[in-house]
């Protein structure tokens, strides 16, 4: 029987069984289980107690995941869950259900009772090891026209999953994977159908390069200049510059550093941002005194123009006081 809550939900059926020999016993699921971010779980146990016991006498059932004080702190009480846990017992079971389950509430759960005798309580231990996962697209090369998406989770789904695909926020979809074009520019996404949690963050080829200088003044030759590229991408672009009409690149890397700054390194630079779905270029122009003779200063030209007017002040000085 499903919650009534909305959302994937994961039931554990019983069968691992903790049994005492004085007629206490609790019987869970697999030890591991995992469990889609934003869904709502399930976790189901049966439990046994000694015969001369009535219900009446369970002053006690609960769920935990921690102890404070050595006393197990309940799920219901705990303001990481709030409002976010329902207990469905009867007479001999009980099922705790988790909704909107973040990645916060991968733990151990145990199941407790506790009696009207003082100090008399049982727990069904080990409990229930939950994993709550999100999801990733990972990319495949298929061949060199098209890439293979596909959603991964970091645990194993107890049940065999299908994933809705979006392409810029529009299901597209519903299958395992997903064939995209090469060198697209969309952004894909997954989401595991059936779940109310979130969409996977998008994969997407590298926007168009920007591109910054340092210094961003007038350079001198014999300077020092880095230049940087930053894209926009998911995977993270790779980076790697070339000057025009040069075949070879030149530097690979965010920054590209030019050292002693002369004539010869004015040009067309620009960076090639590079990731699994595609790439993009941005161009850059640097040109020195030398070569176009005014958007930067040689320091030889810097010096001789300097002397050049101390020259022409002491000339004028002289002329002035002979007169």
């Given amino acids: 029987m499903s919650p009534s809550a909305g959302g994937l939900v994961v039931f554990l059926l019983s069968v691992q069984v903790i049994q005492s020999l004085d007629g206490w ?11 889609a971010k934003g869904s709502v779980v399930g976790i189901y146990c ?12 369970m002053k006690n059932i609960l769920w935990f995941t921690k102890e404070k004080d050595g006393e197990p702190v309940d799920l219901r009480k705990d303001p990481e869950y709030s409002a976010r846990v329902e207990y469905r017992c009867s007479k001999n079971s009980c ?26 309580k049982y727990t069904g231990s080990p409990g229930v090891t939950l994993s709550v996962t999100g999801f990733q697209v990972q990319v495949r090369r298929s061949d060199s026209t098209w890439l293979e998406l596909t959603c991964h989770s970091s645990c194993v789904l107890s049940d ?31 989401y595991l159908r059936g779940s109310s949690g979130q969409r996977s963050p998008a994969v997407y080829g590298p926007q168009r390069p920007s591109v910054s200088v340092s210094p961003s003044a007038e350079m001198l030759e014999g300077d020092s200049v880095n230049l940087t590229c930053s894209a926009d991408a998911n995977p993270a672009a790779n980076y790697t510059w070339y000057k025009e009409h040069e075949d070879s690149p030149r530097a690979s890397g965010q920054i590209f550093t030019i050292t002693d700054f002369t004539a010869e390194h004015s040009g067309n630079y ?22 176009k003779g005014g958007s930067s200063w040689s320091k030889t030209t810097a010096a001789v123009a300097f002397t ?4 022409l002040v002491i000339i004028i000085l002289a002329a002035f006081l002979l007169i």
């Fill in 160 to 190: 065999d999953p299908e994933y809705d695909w979006y392409k810029n926020g529009e299901n597209i979809e519903t299958g395992s994977s997903l064939l995209v074009s090469s060198g697209s520019t969309d952004r894909y996404s997954c």
């Fill in 308 to 311: 050049s007017v101390i020259l």
């Fill in 25 to 35: 016993g609790v019987n869970y699921d697999e030890t591991e289980v995992c469990a």
């Fill in 46 to 57: 049966t439990f046994t107690h000694p015969s001369g016991l009535d219900r009446r006498d």
């Fill in 95 to 120: 099922t705790l259900i988790i909704t909107d389950v973040r990645e916060s509430d991968s733990a151990e759960y145990k199941f407790t009772l506790k009696t009207t005798k003082p100090g008399e």
């Fill in 270 to 291: 620009y960076c090639e941002a590079q990731n699994e779905m595609g790439r993009s270029n941005s161009t850059l122009r640097l040109i020195t005194s030398s070569e």
